[in-house]
C-alpha cells in the first residue's frame, strides 16, 4: 500500500511549509480581492439571430418569402443544432443555434454569409438582414426611470439616448444603454388625400421626391485655376420651412408644392413602446454590462454617475426601479457570512469531542487555509464569484475540515495514551496519511465528472466542478503538510495519559450481532435501498426551486390588434392592483405594442413569498378586461408550464394543440390553460384585379408600396433624413390617424399609371377583411405552437408525466411530434447528465480505490456504503417538503464522496490490522472501535457546517437549502448505516475474494524463484 512520508517530512522542516502557506495565502487574498461579483458564470453559446425587417409586412408573407428562404440557407451549415423563427407584423427572426464548443465568431460569419447568398431572393422591399450573435447573459445590471417636469418626451428620449447613454458608455464594464419607452423625433409629413387627389400626386412619389432630393452626394471632381477641387451636391437643408417648397411631380406633367398637398411638423415618431412607473409616464432605461466585468462594480459605477448628469440638467429626476447587481450583492454577503457561520458550527464540534482548545484552533485554521487559495486557481482560470462558484464554496465548508479532523483526531489518540505531541504527529499523521489521501481523491473525482457535463447546464457546471475539487485538493494539502506541523509543535502533553477504554455497549453488541449475522444485515441493507428508492417516487421533482427575489416580473399580454391606448389603460390598472399589495414598493410597467412587462419591487421588510403574493393579486388581475398578466422568472422568461408541439401541416396542428389543451384543462393542478399563440384577427387584404391592373398599368408592387407609405411611411432605409447637427431626422410620410381609420380614404388612395396619370385604388383592385395570423412560430423548419398554463402546486417534473399520459399525447396525428424545448430540454438535461456524472464518479472513485489498495474486491466494500446515502437524502427533502430539483441533485452527487469516506476510514484500518498479523473478525471490530469516533466527528462537523444553508435565513438561500438539506439526511443515514453494515459486507466480500483467489491462481503462470531474486535484487539500484 502506498505510504509517503510526507508529514513528517513537513514536520522536520517547518519553514518551507510556512513558507508555501503563506504565500498560498496572499495569492488568494490579492485574488480574491479582483475577482468579479456576478450573477451567473460566463457560458458560451453560440447562437446567432438573423433579423429581417419589412415593414408592414403581414406574417403569412413573410414566412413563405423571407424565413422560409432563410431557414433553408442556415439549415445546411454545419454544427447547426436548432433553428427557431418567429414572425410577426414586419419582423422576421431566425434564430440558429449550433452545438455548445462551436465557435461563436466562425458560427456568426457562416450565418452571415449564408443569408449574404440569398439576398436576391428576397423581396426587393426589404431591409438589410441583421445577423449578430446573442449573448444570453447579456441581462440588465440595472434599470433606471427618467421624468422631466421640463422637458418633452421626444427631448427627453434623446437625453438618455444622446447625454446618458453616451456618459455612461465610457465608464468601465459598461457595453450598452438601452432606452425603455420614450419617441425618437421625427418630421411628420401628414398628407392631405382631397389635395391629393385633386393634384393627382401619389404617396409614393412625395416620399420619392423626398428622399431623392434631400441628399448630400459626391460630385465628382474638377480642375479650376489650375488647381483640383472636388465637386460637393449639398441639397440636404436643414429647414423645414424649406420643404414646403420642393417641387412635386403631378399628374399630365404639372408639379406641385409639397406645402399645398401636406402639412409638415416637427414632432415625434408613433407611439409604440410606453413606460410607466407606479402609473406615470417615465422614460427607462436599462443598463448592460460587458461580460468579463463584476456586476457589482458596475453597478457601483453606473450610482456614482448619475448624480451628476442628474444635477446637470434642470428638472431631471432619475429614479432606481430594480439592481439585479444589488441582488447579487446581497446574495454574496449572505452566502460570506453563511462560510463563516459553518466554520465556527464546525470549530464547535471539534472541541465538543476532543475538549481541546489547541486542537480546535488547528482543525478550525484548516478550514480557511484551504479556501483562500483556492480564489487564486479560480481567478487563474477566469472563473468569478457567481451564484454556482459561491454554491461550490457553501457546499465544500464542512469537508474543508474533514481531513484534518482525520488527522487530528488521530494525533491527539496517541497523545492520550503518553506520547508526546511531536512523535504523535510524527507517527500519527502518516499512519493515516492514505485514508486521507483516498477520501480526498474519491471527492474528486466525483466533482470532475460534472465539470465535463455537456449542453447548456454543462456551461455553468463547469466551473462549480472545478471549484470543489481545488479546494477539496487544497485541504488535502493542509491535512497532509501544515495539520501535522502544528500538532507537532502547538499541541501539549496529555496531563492523564491513560490506555484504551474497553469497547462495551451498544454499539459493540450490534456490531458483534451484525458480524454473526452477515448475510441478514447485507439483505437489510439492500431492503433500505429499495425503500429509499420507493421513497423518491413520493418527492416531487423540477428544475430549480422557487426564489424569493426582491424584484419579480410579471407579463401583461393582450389580443393582436390591441391599440397602445387601450394598453396604457390596461396596464394603468395592472399597476394600481399590484400597487395596492402592502409588500409592494413600485411598479415599473414596459409595454411594447400588445405586449410588455410588469417589474414589481417589493419591500425589504416584506412577509410571504413570490408564490403567496401571487395568488393574492392574480383574482384582481384576471379581473382586468382584455389583457392578462401572468408571473414571470427572474430573467423574465415565462414562469409557466408550457408544452410545444410541432407540424408541417398547419391545419393538423392547430387540431391536435386545441385537443390537447382541452385534455389539459381537465387536469387538476393546472390553470389558465391556453394556447401561447393569439388567435386570428382580421386582415385588410387588397386583391388586384387583374384584367383592370394591367390595362391600366398598375402593378401589385405598386400597389402595396402606395398602401404601406401612405399608412405607416417608408421603410427606414428608404425615408429621406433631414440633418440637425450631429442627427439625421427621419421625415415620415403618411395619412393622418383619422384617415388610416377610414376605409373609404384608404380605397380612394391615388395609384401612378403607365400612361403617367393616376387611379383610385378600388379601380383596380378589391378590398376585404380576412382572418389572418399575427404571430408565426417554427421550430427546424416546422409550424410550432404551444400551450401555456399556470401550476397549482405541481412541480415540473410532476406536470410532464401529467401531460406525458394524456391520450392525444400518447397518439399525436401522423406528422406532429412534441418539441422537448425551454425548461423541458434543460430538465431532461439535467437529471440525464447528472445521472451520467455519478455513474462516472462511481467508476472512478472505484478505479481510484483500485489503485490506492492494490485491490479488485476491496473498494466494491466501501462502495457498498454508497446507495445507504440515498435514503436519508430523500427522507430530509420529503420531511422539509422540497423538491428534487438541480441543488438537490448537487448534494446527493457530493453524498458519493462523503459516503465512500466514512468505508475508506473503516476498510483501510481493518486492512492495516490484517496484514499485522490479527484475525478478520479482530480486525474488523478494532476497526470499528478506532475509527467510529473521527468518522462521527467528521460527519456532525460537516452536517454542522450546512446547517445555516439548510435553515434558509439568508438572501437568496432558497437556491441552497435543497442541496443542504440532501447533504444533511444522506451524513445521518450513510454514518449510522456504514459503522453497522459496511463491517458485514468487509466479511462477506473478503471471505469470497478468499475463497475465488485460489482458483485463479492456478490460471496463472507462476514466477520462478530466480527472476524473483534478480527483481528483488534490482529494487535498491531503482
Not at 393627382?200 to 477641387?229: H, K, Y
Not at 466533482?447 to 487544497?474: D, H, I, K, N, W
Request: with cysteine.
Amino acid at each position: 500500500m502506498i505510504n509517503v512520508r510526507v508529514s513528517a517530512w513537513a514536520i522536520r522542516h517547518p519553514i518551507p511549509v510556512s513558507v508555501l502557506f503563506i504565500a498560498l495565502l496572499l495569492a488568494g487574498v490579492f485574488a480574491y480581492l479582483r475577482l468579479p461579483v456576478k450573477a451567473l458564470p460566463d457560458t458560451s453559446f453560440p447562437i446567432v439571430a438573423v433579423n429581417v425587417l419589412q415593414t408592414g409586412a403581414a406574417p403569412a408573407e413573410l414566412e413563405s418569402q423571407v424565413t422560409q428562404p432563410v431557414e433553408n440557407a442556415v439549415a445546411g451549415i454545419a454544427g447547426v443544432k436548432n433553428v427557431f423563427s418567429s414572425v410577426s407584423l414586419g419582423s422576421s427572426v431566425t434564430t440558429v443555434e449550433f452545438e455548445v464548443g462551436e465557435d461563436e465568431q466562425r458560427a456568426t460569419d457562416q450565418v452571415r454569409a449564408a443569408v449574404d447568398r440569398i439576398r436576391a431572393d428576397l423581396p426587393r422591399a426589404v431591409e438589410q438582414a441583421i445577423v449578430e450573435r446573442v449573448d444570453i447573459d447579456a441581462f440588465p445590471v440595472a434599470t433606471y426611470a427618467v421624468a422631466s417636469d421640463r422637458l418633452s418626451e421626444v427631448e427627453l428620449s434623446w437625453l438618455v439616448d444622446d447625454k446618458i447613454a453616451r456618459q455612461l458608455q465610457g465608464l468601465p464594464g459598461v457595453s450598452a444603454v438601452r432606452r425603455v419607452g420614450g419617441v425618437a423625433r421625427e418630421i411628420n409629413v401628414t398628407l392631405d388625400p382631397a389635395r391629393m387627389a385633386a393634384y393627382d400626386v401619389t404617396a409614393p412619389a412625395i416620399n420619392d421626391a423626398l428622399r431623392d432630393f434631400l441628399v448630400d452626394a459626391p460630385g465628382g471632381r474638377s480642375e479650376i485655376g489650375g488647381g483640383e477641387q472636388n465637386i460637393r451636391v449639398l441639397a440636404a437643408t436643414p429647414r423645414i420651412d424649406a420643404l414646403r417648397d420642393l417641387a412635386i411631380a403631378a399628374g399630365g406633367g404639372r408639379y406641385v408644392r409639397l406645402g399645398d398637398v401636406a402639412s409638415i411638423g416637427d414632432g415625434a415618431g408613433e407611439v409604440r413602446r410606453i413606460a410607466r412607473l407606479d402609473g406615470r409616464p417615465v422614460i427607462g432605461f436599462e443598463v448592460l454590462k460587458t461580460k468579463a466585468a463584476s456586476d457589482v462594480r458596475v453597478d457601483k459605477a453606473v450610482a456614482d454617475a448619475l448624480p451628476e448628469i442628474e444635477a446637470a440638467t434642470a428638472g431631471l429626476d432619475v429614479t432606481l426601479i430594480n439592481s439585479g447587481a444589488a441582488e447579487t450583492a446581497s446574495e454574496f454577503k449572505a452566502t460570506v457570512t453563511v462560510l463563516w457561520e459553518g466554520m465556527l458550527l464546525a470549530a464547535l464540534v471539534v472541541w465538543a469531542f476532543l475538549r481541546s482548545w489547541r486542537s480546535t484552533i488547528i482543525a478550525a485554521l484548516a478550514m480557511p487555509i484551504s479556501l483562500i487559495p483556492t480564489f487564486a486557481v479560480m481567478d487563474a482560470l477566469g472563473f468569478s464569484l457567481n451564484m454556482v462558484t459561491l454554491l461550490a464554496l457553501t457546499l465544500v465548508i464542512g469537508i474543508l475540515v474533514d481531513d484534518a479532523i482525520v488527522e487530528i483526531e488521530n494525533i491527539e489518540k496517541r497523545i492520550e495514551r503518553g506520547e508526546d505531541p511531536y512523535s504523535a504527529a510524527i507517527h500519527g499523521a502518516d499512519e493515516i496519511g492514505l485514508a486521507v489521501m483516498a477520501i480526498t481523491l474519491a471527492i474528486v473525482v466525483v466533482f470532475v465528472p460534472v465539470s465535463l457535463m455537456g449542453g447548456v447546464v454543462g456551461q455553468y457546471f463547469r466551473e462549480f466542478g472545478l471549484t470543489v475539487a481545488v479546494a477539496v485538493l487544497f485541504s488535502l494539502l493542509v491535512a497532509r503538510l501544515l495539520t501535522p506541523l502544528l500538532a507537532a509543535y502547538f499541541l501539549s502533553p496529555s496531563k492523564k495519559p491513560h490506555e484504551r477504554r474497553p469497547f462495551t455497549g451498544w454499539y459493540a453488541r450490534l456490531l458483534e450481532r451484525s458480524l454473526s449475522y452477515p448475510k441478514l444485515a447485507v439483505l437489510a441493507g439492500v431492503g433500505i435501498f429499495a425503500g429509499s428508492i420507493a421513497m423518491a417516487s413520493l418527492i416531487p421533482s423540477g428544475f430549480l426551486p422557487t426564489g424569493n427575489p426582491r424584484a419579480h416580473i410579471m407579463g401583461i399580454d393582450a389580443p393582436a390588434g390591441t391599440s397602445i391606448a387601450d394598453m396604457d389603460v390596461a396596464v394603468g390598472e395592472a399597476s394600481r392592483v399590484l400597487g395596492r399589495h402592502p409588500d409592494v414598493e413600485r411598479v415599473f410597467a414596459n409595454v411594447d405594442g400588445a405586449a410588455g412587462s410588469l417589474t414589481v419591487v417589493f419591500r425589504k421588510d416584506r412577509d410571504g413569498t413570490i408564490d403567496q403574493f401571487e395568488k393574492r393579486v392574480q383574482p384582481a388581475l384576471d379581473a382586468i378586461p382584455g389583457v392578462r398578466v401572468t408571473g414571470r422568472g427572474a430573467d423574465g422568461a415565462a414562469a409557466e408550464f408550457e408544452l410545444t408541439l410541432t407540424g408541417r401541416d398547419g391545419p393538423t396542428l392547430d387540431l391536435a394543440l386545441e385537443r390537447v389543451r382541452t385534455e389539459m384543462a381537465a387536469l387538476p393542478g393546472f390553470s389558465g390553460v391556453r394556447l401561447a399563440t393569439p388567435p386570428p384577427v382580421a386582415d385588410l387584404v387588397i386583391r388586384p384585379r387583374p384584367e383592370d391592373a394591367a390595362r391600366l398599368g398598375v402593378s401589385a408592387q405598386t400597389i402595396a408600396d402606395a398602401a404601406r407609405v401612405a399608412t405607416i411611411g417608408d421603410i427606414d432605409s428608404n425615408v429621406a433624413k433631414l440633418p440637425s447637427g450631429e442627427r439625421r431626422i427621419p421625415i415620415r410620410v403618411q395619412l393622418p390617424r383619422e384617415a388610416r381609420a377610414d376605409l373609404q380614404t384608404i380605397a380612394a388612395l391615388e395609384l401612378p399609371t403607365a400612361a403617367g396619370g393616376s387611379t383610385r385604388l378600388d379601380a383596380v383592385a378589391d378590398i376585404t377583411f380576412e382572418p389572418g395570423p399575427t404571430t408565426i412560430d417554427r421550430y427546424d423548419r416546422a409550424r410550432r405552437g404551444s400551450i401555456r398554463a399556470q401550476l397549482d402546486g405541481l412541480t415540473l417534473g410532476q406536470a410532464l408525466d401529467r401531460v406525458n399520459a394524456l391520450p392525444t399525447m400518447g397518439a399525436l396525428p401522423p406528422g406532429v411530434t412534441q418539441a422537448n424545448l425551454g425548461e423541458s430540454e434543460q430538465f431532461n438535461e439535467l437529471f440525464g447528465g447528472f445521472v451520467g456524472a455519478m455513474l462516472a464518479g462511481v467508476g472512478m472513485i472505484f478505479a481510484v480505490l483500485i489503485l490506492l489498495f492494490r485491490s479488485f474486491f476491496k473498494p466494491v466494500t466501501i462502495l457498498a456504503a454508497l446507495p445507504l446515502a440515498i435514503g436519508g437524502a430523500f427522507a430530509g427533502l420529503l420531511v422539509a417538503g422540497l423538491a428534487l430539483t438541480l441543488p438537490a441533485m448537487i448534494g446527493i452527487l457530493m453524498l458519493l464522496g462523503l459516503a465512500a469516506k466514512n468505508s475508506i476510514l473503516l476498510v483501510e484500518f481493518a486492512i492495516e490490522r490484517e496484514r499485522e498479523g490479527m484475525s478478520q473478525h479482530d480486525a474488523i471490530v478494532e476497526a470499528c472501535r478506532e475509527r467510529a469516533r473521527p468518522i462521527i466527528m467528521t460527519t456532525v462537523a460537516m452536517a454542522a457546517g450546512m446547517v445555516p444553508t439548510a435553515l434558509a435565513f439568508s438572501s437568496g438561500a432558497e437556491f441552497r437549502q435543497p442541496m443542504a438539506v440532501a447533504v444533511i439526511g444522506g451524513l445521518i443515514s450513510s454514518t449510522a448505516l456504514t459503522l453497522v453494515l459496511v463491517p458485514a459486507v468487509y466479511e462477506l466480500i473478503e471471505n469470497f475474494e478468499n475463497w475465488l483467489t485460489p482458483k485463479l491462481a492456478r490460471l496463472v503462470t507462476p514466477v520462478s524463484r530466480d527472476a524473483a531474486a534478480r527483481d528483488g535484487a534490482a529494487k535498491p539500484a531503482e
